[in-house]
């Protein structure tokens, strides 16, 4: 078993740019989670997803959004890259209630 | 507000007991869950806590008291491997909000 994969592993966008991460998962798991984690900081959570075709809002929302078409897959996306979204993003999944397992996570640099 | 407290960093000594606490101001959450994340890599689940009392795993063991506000992971004969940033989550059953720490950084010195 792979677990939690993420793509790209590192990215680099201008101002403006869009993007889309694609993380997959292979254990058959209801929930899915996109975070972000600033130098330093613990993690702050993006958008959820509870199940295929089901997507709901985390703490910080705002210039992200994703698509769960598919239960093993949660894509995250960026429509217009701004410098404050450089950071380092990993896609989870599992219970939330117990344990979450963590893709690699992608780095993320906006010029 | 919602939120979880740990310290910032704590130094400790290889072979040496170490504890992390966690504290948070609210309520009405399924349990307390610890991650160790090393520099450069992705948070990996360490222990879980659904109800009060303390949970062993090897060398790891957590702690939660509701009643008190508080947990904390306990680590024991500490390695230089276990140098890394630990993190305290909750998973509030109000909002379904998932809750992060922002993390503890351990120092092991030789």
């Known amino acids: 078993n792979a677990g939690v994969t993420q793509t790209p592993k590192f990215r680099v966008l201008k101002t403006g740019q869009s993007m889309t991460l694609l993380c997959a998962q292979d254990?058959?798991?209801?929930?899915m989670y996109w975070y972000r984690q600033d130098p330093g900081m613990g993690l702050r959570l993006i958008h959820y997803s509870v199940g295929e075709g089901t997507t709901a809002k985390g703490e910080v929302p705002d210039g992200y959004n994703v698509s769960r078409l598919k239960k093993q897959n949660f894509l995250l996306g960026l429509e217009s890259a701004a410098p404050s979204q450089t950071s380092v993003y990993f896609c989870?999944?599992?219970?939330?209630?117990?344990?979450?397992?963590f893709g690699p996570g992608t780095r993320l640099t906006v010029t | 507000g919602q939120s979880l407290e740990q310290p910032s960093e704590v130094t400790a000594v290889e072979g040496a007991i170490v504890q992390i606490n966690c504290t948070y101001q609210?309520?009405?959450?399924?349990?307390l869950s610890w991650y160790q994340q090393h520099d450069g890599g992705a948070p990996t689940f360490l222990s879980y806590n659904g109800l009060d009392g303390l949970e062993e795993t090897g060398r790891f063991s957590s702690f939660l008291s509701r009643s008190d506000s508080y947990g904390y992971l306990l680590l024991q004969e500490l390695q230089m491997k276990d140098s890394a940033s630990y993190f305290c989550s909750i998973y509030m059953d109000s909002n379904y909000q998932l809750i992060w720490g922002a993390g503890t950084k351990l120092i092991i010195k030789p």
């Open positions: 989870a999944s599992g219970d939330p209630t117990y344990e979450q397992y």
């Open positions: 609210t309520s009405g959450f399924y349990g």
């Open positions: 254990m058959n798991h209801e929930y």
